[in-house]
């Protein structure tokens, strides 16, 4: 047996396209499945290897108008800025404070910038 050529195979060039179908008639009623649904990380979250999320139980953080069952989306890599949320480790507990970068409390260790309360509507 000899070999007169050797190399890649080449892909035959596709004989038959199939064409979209035209639309007859009235819509269909399934056509909002056809739209694209939305993805509340890619919304939400800007850095997925440093979001938290945290569910809360209790009302203890009403003033923040943090309440039972809501959760919070946390990014540990967000600076923090005056006027914003954050979970802070005050004696080993888990606090919600508002960051006042003018008074500063050296009795914490800040733990991240909360970035969304999610509520669930009753």
Same mark, same amino acid.
């Given at each position: 047996?000899?070999?007169?050529s050797?190399?890649? /195979?080449?892909?035959?060039?596709?004989?038959? =396209?199939?064409? @979209? !179908?035209?639309?007859?008639?009235?819509? !269909?009623?399934?056509?909002?499945?056809?739209?694209? !649904?939305?993805?509340?990380?890619?919304?939400?979250?800007?850095?997925?290897?440093?979001?938290?999320?945290?569910?809360?139980?209790g009302?203890?953080?009403?003033?923040?108008? *943090?309440?039972?069952?809501d @959760?919070?989306? *946390?990014? =540990? !890599? /967000?600076?923090?800025?005056?006027?914003n949320?954050? %979970? %802070? *480790?005050?004696?080993?507990?888990?606090? %919600?404070?508002?960051?006042?970068?003018?008074?500063?409390? @050296?009795e914490?260790?800040?733990?991240g @910038? *909360?970035?969304?309360i999610?509520?669930?509507?009753?």
């Amino acid at each position: 047996m000899q070999i007169q050529s050797s190399g890649k /195979l080449i892909k035959a060039k596709e004989q038959h =396209r199939a064409e @979209v !179908s035209k639309q007859t008639g009235f819509p !269909s009623a399934a056509t909002h499945y056809a739209e694209l !649904s939305i993805d509340l990380h890619k919304e939400l979250v800007t850095n997925q290897d440093a979001t938290f999320f945290i569910r809360i139980e209790g009302n203890e953080m009403e003033y923040f108008q *943090i309440h039972n069952k809501d @959760v919070l989306i *946390i990014d =540990r !890599s /967000l600076p923090p800025k005056n006027g914003n949320l954050a %979970v %802070v *480790i005050k004696d080993g507990d888990f606090l %919600v404070i508002e960051i006042n970068l003018k008074k500063l409390e @050296v009795e914490y260790t800040l733990w991240g @910038v *909360i970035t969304y309360i999610i509520h669930k509507t009753k």
